[in-house]
Nanobody
Framework: QVQLVESGGGLVQAGGSLRLSCTASGRTSSTYAMGWFRQAPGKEREFVARISTRGRTIYYADTVKGRFTISRDNTKNTVYLQMNSLKPEDTAVYYC????????????????????WGQGTQVTVSS
């Protein structure tokens, strides 16, 4: 079992920055890949970023590439999402997720690839 708790969301003006954190408990986080997703009102949950167990392999959605940075500190069982140059269209509930079973990056952008999810944290970007 894995429990995930996100923090760091809030209200920010366009062009601003936020850093989200996701702390895992239960199974040691260094043994599985982690991802960030987001869901805006009336839209499906979409992939944002993924990081491998030791941070050597990283993927980003095209919409956030160059603006967001995913990282992890396995000594703290925590994954981060640094979000810069935020835009109003980044407004959503952001979820972290753990992929504890696949052992592969195949279909890493699919919701179904991840088996544990946090409760989400709201990010609102005003124009």
């Amino acid at each position: 079992q894995v429990q995930l708790v996100e923090s760091g969301g809030g209200l920010v003006q366009a062009g601003g920055s936020l850093r989200l954190s996701c702390t895992a408990s239960g199974r040691t986080s260094s043994t599985y890949a982690m991802g960030w997703f987001r869901q805006a009102p009336g839209k499906e949950r979409e992939f944002v970023a993924r990081i491998s167990t030791r941070g050597r392999t990283i993927y980003y959605a095209d919409t956030v590439k160059g603006r967001f940075t995913i990282s992890r500190d396995n000594t703290k069982n925590t994954v981060y999402l640094q979000m810069n140059s935020l835009k109003p269209e980044d407004t959503a509930v952001y979820y972290c997720a753990a992929d504890t079973t696949s052992g592969s990056d195949y279909r890493h952008d699919q919701v179904g690839r991840y088996d544990y999810w946090g409760q989400g944290t709201q990010v609102t970007v005003s124009s």
